[in-house]
């Protein structure tokens, strides 16, 4: 059985870090794309970040650049998100999802998901 599950969210002040996790199950985290996304209150849910299979290429949405990083524990099957310099407007619920081989593919399997709120 195919289970992501999200963890690590919380509340930060702004410029503050967190690292989420997405633990998975069903299937090695190296053999498919795992992408981040989030998805603010009356917002439509945006990518966020996305880590290739076999070659682990990573690509990052604009305004998360050099500041979101995304990296994979193949060992602990396990794909995470190091959000560093947050800002108000990364306040969303996060999930991640399975793709197909690459980042491009459509995401088919999803997390829970879990929210992270940055404020004063």
């Known amino acids: 059985q195919v289970q992501l599950v999200e963890s690590g969210g919380g509340f930060v002040q702004p410029g503050g870090s967190l690292r989420l996790s997405c633990a998975v199950s069903g299937f090695t985290v190296d053999a498919y794309a795992i992408g981040w996304f989030r998805q603010a209150p009356g917002k439509e849910r945006e990518g966020v970040s996305c880590i290739d299979s076999d070659d682990g290429r990573t690509f990052y949405e604009d305004s998360v650049k050099g500041r979101f990083t995304i990296s994979r524990d193949n060992a602990k099957n396990t794909v995470y998100l190091q959000m560093n310099n947050l800002k108000p407007e990364d306040t969303a619920v996060y999930y991640c999802?399975?793709?197909?081989?690459?980042?491009?593919?459509?995401?088919?399997?999803w997390g829970q998901g879990t929210q992270v709120t940055v404020s004063t």
């Open positions: 999802a399975r793709g197909g081989y690459s980042c491009g593919a459509d995401f088919s399997s």
